[in-house]
């Protein structure tokens, strides 16, 4: 019954706007049928109603029904997302893509005060698809939601920006106000003008800084200097794998290939281990490793058996060190 569960708009521009309400999805119907949006992929007709959450606690967005549907207007293909900001009771306006012509469309607002609370909300439903950030947050704040949520367009609101062109790309909204575009900033931007030590306690964000700078044994220390979860690793592969695909568009990549290809490899292993993966690792070890990567597994496997607090766990990573060392010096 749920599932058949429908609300509809008629917009002032004469197009039906439907929205299946337990799949959060909407179809926009015109004259002549149903609308297949710019860009959509498979030239679906099915589109996800957009989910744009505000953080910092200076947003005002009291216009809203914060976690509910609402219908914005659309102008030139963009949602008009209204919001106030600060002490000010100006109305300030955010600019959203949409491949519709439909002059209203659905979306999902919600409102969070801290990046706690919408890592909360992100662990029990799926990512914003729109982020838009106080600049008032702390930068690692951002740079942290970005690598755990990639898929997530974070905007952030500036009074004012100092920026090059070719690297970050400005869009004015209607008031004034600036807004970045955070998908824009490589991850070497972010600290070109600051400390790398203050970003030291985050190792996924360094590995981007030393992957970029080619510096491939402060990847591989990484694993030792720091407490990884399996997340953290799986997360430097995405950039490991990202680099290896790209390997023909410069010949630094082209050169450290088969380097990028063993880091990647161990850090899969690595994987197994600190995710405790006891039939598989012990499968990897039955068909064989490479020293180099043996080299840096028997590293990890002393850390862990150091930290060890379980007296059967710390049994199984000595026996493992020791066929791994015996691979070593053959």
């Not at 306006?93 to 801290?114: E, K, R, W, Y």
């Not at 790209?246 to 899969?268: C, G, H, M």
Request: include cysteine; aromatic fraction near 8%.
């Amino acid at each position: 019954m749920e599932d058949s569960l429908y609300e509809e708009r008629k917009t002032p521009a004469g197009f039906l706007v439907k929205v299946r309400l337990a799949k959060m999805t909407y179809v926009v119907f015109t004259d002549q049928g149903p609308e297949v949006p710019r860009g959509s992929k498979n030239k679906s007709i099915v589109v996800s109603v957009p989910n744009v959450a505000f953080l910092g606690s200076e947003f005002n967005l009291g216009h809203f029904r914060l976690g509910e549907l609402s219908f914005v207007n659309v102008k030139g293909g963009k949602l008009v997302i209204p919001y106030q900001h600060g002490y000010s009771n100006e109305i300030k306006t955010i600019f959203l893509s949409t491949g519709s012509a439909s002059d209203i469309l659905p979306v999902v607002v919600q409102h969070f005060q801290n990046k706690e609370e919408l890592i909360h909300n992100c662990e029990n439903s799926n990512p914003f698809n729109h982020l838009i950030v106080d600049e008032d947050i702390p930068r690692t704040d951002m740079v942290s939601l970005k690598i755990r949520f990639p898929s997530m367009n974070i905007l952030v609101i500036k009074k004012k920006i100092v920026s090059t062109p070719d690297r970050i790309s400005a869009v004015a909204a209607e008031k004034g106000d600036k807004v970045v575009d955070f998908n824009a900033v490589r991850a070497t931007d972010v600290i070109s003008n600051s400390n790398l030590n203050q970003y030291s306690q985050n190792p996924v964000f360094l590995a981007r800084i030393h992957l970029r700078n080619m510096e491939l044994d402060k990847v591989k220390q990484l694993l030792f200097d720091f407490k990884l979860s399996t997340q953290d690793v799986t997360f430097i592969r995405t950039f490991l794998e990202v680099m290896i695909k790209n390997e023909f568009s410069k010949d630094e990549l082209r050169v450290n290939k088969d380097k990028l290809i063993a880091l990647n490899e161990a850090f899969r292993l690595s994987v197994q281990i600190l995710g405790w993966e006891v039939d598989n690792f012990e499968m990897e070890i039955q068909k064989g490793l490479g020293k180099d990567i043996a080299a840096m597994l028997y590293t990890l496997l002393s850390k862990e058996q150091d930290e060890c607090r379980e007296l059967e766990k710390e049994l199984v990573l000595w026996e493992w060190k020791l066929r791994v060392k015996k691979i070593l010096s053959t």
